[in-house]
């Protein structure tokens, strides 16, 4: 059973686990595989597709790289740190892009030995509890380093008792998800917002906010929001285009998409055929676009048409083979 990432194994699993790409196999020697070897060889390509690396949009590149500028800053600054902010509407991509930078952070302290030893955390992960008071959220700190939080403990205590083990740890990357659940209208939820900022000064680590349409949810209103807008930067997932400028991305998307799901009769960027189809029915989406075609990628590995079968799900005609040319009438 995979283990959350909100948890310091769960996430510690998720960046150890490795999956390697499937070897490209032909019809003919799928099915001369034993049934056995022939059901791991599609349970193998169903995991990969789904579990495998993210794609790395442009989008993608500029977040990392603005999280790697700050984290370098922050090296030289005792307090008044920055951070970033990753906002955008449900399904974009937010959580996937802040973990799997956030991992990919984590890898390379491991490549070079910075994250070897017991006691090092050079990643934090962990997500804003709806209704959020200052106890809840270092409540969620404590369960992802696996401290008892006592129930006499104040809100101070649990506090120096976070910082302090974050500190210990050389934690250097904080991942805050759910950050659009902190308003700051609500009394409670300023004083959450208060806990983070204060846990930011005294422990190293730079912050990455994510969040749901954050410059509305009310975390950035008032005198605490513009605190925070001061120092954090602000990046915005967006939707693909697929008129303009933006067409060009979204094709490159669809190939990069097609080209993990492993399907051994998918013709190379046959996929483009449905462009359009596919960024209306999905808005230009990442998270609708990867989850319809993954369900379509899984259900004709199942069923062994080994293919993207669009033209029934569009109702349009099929492609005429690539060796064939149609017959005028």
Known sequence: MTQAISTREGWSAFVSETLDKPLPITRAELEALSPGDRAMNREARKQFMIRGPVVNTAQFAAIEKEILRRLMLNQYKSHGKLGVIVSG????????????????????????????????IPVIYVSVPPSCTPKLMLGEFAHFLGLPVRAHYNTGELMNTVASVIAACGTELIIVDEIHNINQKYKQMGEASDTLKQLSEKCPGTFVYAGVDVEASGLLDGTRGRQISSRFDILNLHKFENTGRGKAGWADLLVAVENSLGLIDQHP???????????????????DLTGMVHMLAMEAIDNGTERLDLDTVFGTVPAAAPDKVPVAT
């Open 89 to 120: 509407e449900p399904n974009i991509g937010k959580t996937t892009t802040v973990s799997h930078i956030a991992r990919r952070f984590e890898r390379r302290r491991r490549d070079i030995g910075r994250a070897s030893g017991g006691n090092s």
């Open 269 to 287: 960027e046959a996929i483009l055929r449905h462009a359009s189809h596919l960024h209306a029915a999905t808005g230009g989406v990442i998270g």
